[in-house]
């Protein structure tokens, strides 16, 4: 079965600086997406990034990135110049064949000024 | 404005009285899908949806029934809640069915008592 791993349960980061959150998964699909959700306090569940994993380069959006290591089936966000509006659980996830989200079970991100 | 909306956000019953929460999408999306979300468990999908009359089961459809009469609303009816069925429940959607971003609503958290 698919699974997803988010070993850090809570992290926390100063203003602006910059902090990455681990995810590791397992699959013996060669075809995949990979995403990292934002659920901020509000609890709305908001895409942060998204990764194919056929692409070797890493995807980018602003002041997120992610380092994606295939051979490792490793995928990590990190996130420059955090800011306080950053503050949120962060769930890494992953979509098998048909459109199936696999969660890990989330990182609480908090960034203090 | 693009969007998926559930009804209720809240809501409190009892054990054994029947309801449904709505979902609704104006994107005209062909997949849909419920979640449910549980404290260190992440996401796990319940039913999911890939057109009109089709429907499948998730990792967790015990006790709950969907629907998909209309592409744009999917319900997600619990005929006899039980306590263990206290969470925050994700409807999403996505324009394809395979491997595409999915969209989320709100949320709708649910206690039953």
């Known amino acids: 079965a698919q699974t997803v791993t988010q070993s850090q349960p809570e992290m926390s980061v100063q203003e602006a600086e910059t902090v990455t959150l681990s995810c590791t998964y397992d699959t013996s699909e060669s075809n995949y997406y990979l995403f990292w959700y934002k659920q901020p306090p509000s609890r709305q569940m908001i895409l942060v990034i998204r990764?194919?994993?056929?692409?070797?380069q890493n995807a980018t959006e602003n002041r997120f990135s992610v380092n994606f290591q295939k051979a490792a089936k490793s995928f990590s966000l990190k996130i420059s110049d955090s800011q306080l509006g950053d503050t949120a659980m962060y769930f890494c996830a992953f979509a098998q064949y048909g459109n199936k989200l696999v969660f890990g079970a989330g990182t609480i991100l908090r960034v203090k000024s | 404005e693009a969007q998926v909306t559930q009804n209720p956000r809240y809501l409190i019953t009892v054990t054994g009285k029947k309801l449904t929460v709505t979902c609704s999408q104006n994107m005209n999306h062909e997949y849909m899908s419920w979640y449910r979300q549980d404290p260190g468990l992440g996401l796990r999908q319940i039913y999911y949806s890939m057109n009109v009359e089709v429907t499948d089961k998730g990792d967790v459809p015990e006790g709950y029934k969907v629907s998909r009469k209309e592409k744009r609303n999917f319900p997600l009816i619990l005929e006899s809640p039980s306590p263990n069925q206290t969470s925050l429940y994700f409807c999403a959607s996505s324009l394809g069915t395979s491997q595409e971003t999915q969209y989320f609503g709100p949320g709708t958290r649910l206690l039953v008592l």
């Open positions: 990764q194919e994993a056929y692409k070797q």
